[in-house]
């Protein structure tokens, strides 16, 4: 994978996308729990919008360790640095929970498995799409604090 894009590193590209996909993800997967009859119309379209993020995540993980590895950083910085990677490296669990529950509501679904059994998928994927949510917005806050305010 290339460190930079016309020269400025690929981990702030590519968190842009993390920071768009997943939270558009968190609103379908919400929506199509709340709202059952929604799920023949857009539920796919959720399933395949999770995917995505699920496989941009690792993607902006590995940038963010090749790019704190191209960097000479220390004190504060290399502090806040860390606890932004080790929040980072959490995401992909709830992400992938994410697609899975999606997945799995979905399949439900287009099965016509009982109705309890599809509250409880869309239960479960609704928690985890909110815990994915929280993560990158800690995660995300964790990581602009480094860079804009690495001092403080």
Do not use: C
Request: no cysteine.
């Amino acid at each position: 994978m290339p460190d930079t894009v016309f020269g400025i590193p690929l981990h702030p590209l590519l968190i842009h996308a993390v920071v768009v996909l997943v939270p558009l993800s968190v609103l379908g997967t919400v929506i199509i729990a709340l709202v059952p009859r929604w799920r023949g119309t857009y539920g796919w379209l959720v399933v395949a919008a999770s995917a995505v993020s699920f496989a941009a995540v690792p993607l902006a993980t590995r940038s963010g360790r090749d790019l704190r590895e191209s960097l000479s950083l220390g004190g504060p910085v290399l502090e806040k640095v860390n606890e932004h990677q080790q929040m980072g490296d959490r995401v992909i669990w709830a992400v992938g929970a994410m697609f899975v529950f999606n997945l799995l509501l979905m399949l439900a679904h287009r099965a016509g498995r009982p109705a309890g059994q599809r509250t409880a998928l869309a239960v479960l994927a609704a928690v985890a799409a909110l815990v994915s949510l929280v993560l990158v917005v800690i995660t995300g806050h964790l990581g602009s604090t480094a860079v804009w305010n690495p001092a403080g």
